[in-house]
Every structure is written in C-alpha cells, then in structure tokens.
C-alpha cells in the first residue's frame, strides 16, 4: 500500500487535485488515533483512517469537496455507533483539507526533436503535462519529474477521452495523425487551446480539409497553426520549443485570477467540536494547534 506521505508527493508533484484527510480528534474506542492520514483522489486511495462504514463515508465526502473548483478546508463530526453503525462505539473529528488541480491539463502529441526540446520546459510550469506518442523508442524511459508519459498505438482516443478543458498540443511526426488529432479535438468542441506545429503550408491544406468536411470557419480558427509566438522565429528545435512555451506562458497567465483567495480551517468551529474534550488524553488540543500555526 503506498502511504499518504508518498501519494502525496507524488500528487504534488504532478499537481492532481486531492483531499488529505485527518483524524484530528477521538473519543472513546476508535478504529485509528489522532492524527491518522489517508489521501482521497478522483479514482483512488492512500493509506486509510480505520476502513469500515467511517471510511466509506469519509471517501464519499471527499469526492463530493473534488467536484468543487476551489480549495478548501473543512471539519465533520463522525459517532461510530448509531450514526455508522461500528461497533467500536466511539467518535471521531475529521478534517478535510481539499487541494483542487494546479495548472491546466495539457496533452503533448508527439515525441520527436521539438518536443524532446519543449517538454523539460513544461515541466517546470504549472500545467500538468501527458505526453503521448505511439513509438516505444521515442518516450523516455524517466522524463522530467511531474511530466506523465503515455504509449498508446491510438493516440486519437487518449484525445477523445481527455478532460473537458483540456489544452492540446500536436507535434507529431505523421502529418495524417496530425490531422486526425485536430479533426478529433474540434469535433469536440471544448478543447481549451489547440496548437499544431507546422508550416503555413500545412495549416492551409488543414483548414481546407476542414472546411470539406463540413467544419465552420469559427470552429477552425481554434487551431493554431503554425503553433507558437509568430514573433519569436526560428526553426531550431530549441528555438521552436522555446516560441510554444512563451504563447502557452501567455495564454495562462491571461487566464489567471488576479486576485485569488484562500480561506483556512475556522477556529472557532475547531474549538467548538473539540474543545469541549480537551481534557480527553485521546483528543487533540486544538489551542496547542492554533499556537503552533500562530509561531
């Protein structure tokens, strides 16, 4: 079993959204102390608080907080016994701290000289990065720590299956594949960026394969093709890769929130579910806690 502390580097690094949940106060006889951690994501996971009906319920809630576009913390009130039926009997607080994904998601198609070139660049922005190609050799084995590789002989269906929102990046060396991904991804209709590497020639012969095929011209000026700042020239791999990092910088920063906020766990809502006990030697001091952060 991977232990929270792992999945939560791993989260982090890779800049999922999760739900770190702790046991921050017992009473009486519980499956777990104070103190005990799991981490609940969209399809799995980590470590656990007891298992039981608590920990069902306890997952169940915090897929509910992953469903929500903003951090958060929050505090539950669990009696084991009537209310889950365990029969340890005792009571459990349960705070839930939900991390929401950091960065957009980004789909890189192709794993040739640009994006050899472009990828360790992406790695250290906020976007989360799968990187897909066809060809076992092209992928390496250990890419840039937070990037996620995917070898898939269908590369349109890992499109056809991708977030809604998604950013989409074609560098393919197949320019059939190429076209296939783009036709895909407009047909969708929700892709947040489409950008596709190429000459002026290539986007002519795309768009007026497009427009054959039924495409409005609004639903084709999606694709940006050549992919890429036009002032920043160039045709070296680095110098291209360099010119389609700086337009996705662009483009998320003019996305950005100007001013974002966070709001921290309520004290007076802690001390209100826990103070009460603190006198309990199995219950957390939640002063003890507020002075620590306060230091």
């Given at each position: 079993m991977t232990s929270w502390g792992q999945a939560l580097a791993n989260l982090q690094c890779r800049g999922d959204a999760y739900v770190l949940v702790?046991?921050?106060?017992?009473?009486g006889s519980t499956p777990r102390e104070s103190g005990s951690k799991m981490i609940v994501t969209e399809d799995d996971c980590f470590d656990t608080i007891g298992g039981g009906h608590l920990e069902f319920k306890v997952i169940a809630h915090a897929r509910r907080l992953l469903c929500d576009t903003h951090d958060s913390q929050s505090l539950e009130q669990y009696p084991l016994g009537a209310g889950l039926g365990q029969c340890c009997g005792g009571q459990v607080s349960v705070l839930f701290e939900h991390f929401t994904a950091r960065g957009k998601r980004l789909l890189v198609f192709g794993a040739g000289h640009v994006a050899k070139a472009l990828v360790p660049i992406l790695a250290e922005l906020p976007l989360r990065v799968r990187w897909i190609d066809n060809r076992p050799e092209q992928l390496p084995v250990r890419p840039p720590e937070?990037?996620?590789?995917?070898?898939?002989?269908?590369?349109?269906?890992?499109l056809e299956r991708a977030a809604s929102g998604a950013w989409v990046l074609i560098l393919t060396h197949n320019h059939q594949l190429d076209y296939e991904l783009v036709e895909a991804a407009l047909k969708r209709g929700d892709i947040g960026y489409l950008g596709v590497i190429g000459s002026q020639t290539k986007a002519r012969r795309f768009r007026q394969r497009l427009e054959h095929?039924?495409?409005?011209?609004?639903?084709?000026a999606h694709m940006i093709c050549p992919v890429g700042l036009p002032q920043a020239s160039?045709?070296?791999?680095?110098?291209?890769?360099?010119?389609?990092?700086?337009?996705?910088?662009?483009?998320?920063?003019?996305?950005?929130?100007e001013n974002p906020k966070r709001t921290g766990v309520d004290w007076k809502a802690l001390n209100s579910l826990l103070g009460s006990r603190?006198?309990?030697?199995?219950?957390?001091?939640p002063q003890s806690a507020r002075s620590?952060?306060?230091?």
């Open positions: 702790t046991l921050i106060g017992t009473r937070g990037i996620e590789t995917c070898l898939n002989d269908d590369p349109v269906e890992e095929r039924g495409f409005p011209p609004d639903q084709i160039g045709k070296r791999p680095m110098e291209v890769a360099v010119s389609i990092a700086a337009q996705l910088i662009e483009r998320y920063q003019a996305q950005a929130p603190a006198d309990s030697p199995e219950v957390s001091n620590r952060d306060d230091t």
